[in-house]
């Protein structure tokens, strides 16, 4: 596995893209936010289908277009729907459960983004495949977490504070790191066997 910290992180980045885009917009203009969001998955799934990615590569990245198709109507159809308000946990719910499904049904997303860097010939080992089980059990416990704490934030009337962007960064990052953390670890091992 002979991915770079830099090749994951932007691999990452590149999948998570719509729904950063989404987290930073100014939450007043959620509509316009949602149907930037969708904007941005439909080019990144087609840059990548472009650039020869398989569509079971891209679970991430259908799903999010879904969601935000979705979520663009509700929020173009009634601006004040109490949608709004539950729109980020919503959003981390929405990935837990693409997230869980992938792992559910023996294809974890993370081997999607692991193909990317990773040569052909380890796709099909044991090591490569537990290790993205790993980390999408790991990305799956944060969205769900995050989704959960971001109800109750909602709830609290705080549904678009600073306090919950950093609920929905902490969401992404912390997973980020274990994800980058983890896989050197998994490379280090795999090296120290090796020798």
Do not use: C
Not at 171 to 180: A, D, E, I
Not at 181 to 195: L, S, T
């Amino acid at each position: 596995m002979r991915n770079t910290n830099t090749e994951t992180k932007m691999s990452y980045l590149r999948t998570f893209l719509p729904w950063i885009v989404f987290a930073v917009l100014p939450s007043g203009s959620w509509q316009w936010g949602a149907l930037a969001a969708l904007v941005v998955a439909i080019a990144v799934i087609g840059q990548q289908v472009r650039a020869g990615t398989g569509l079971d590569a891209l679970i991430i990245e259908l799903g999010s277009a879904v969601f935000f198709a979705v979520l663009t109507v509700i929020a173009f159809a009634d601006p004040h729907s109490g949608v709004h308000d539950y729109s980020a946990a919503l959003s981390s719910g929405t990935l837990a459960v693409i997230a869980g499904v992938s792992l559910a049904v023996g294809k974890p997303f993370t081997l999607g983004i692991a193909k990317r860097t990773t040569p052909r010939e380890m796709w099909g080992l044991k090591p490569f495949i537990r290790t993205n089980v790993v980390i999408t059990a790991a990305w799956t416990t944060a969205f769900a977490l995050t989704a959960v704490v971001l109800a109750f934030v909602a709830q609290a009337g705080n549904a678009h504070s600073t306090t919950a962007t950093l609920i929905q960064v902490a969401g992404f990052v912390v997973p980020m790191v274990f994800t980058v953390r983890y896989v050197a670890h998994v490379q280090a091992k795999a090296g120290q066997a090796a020798r």
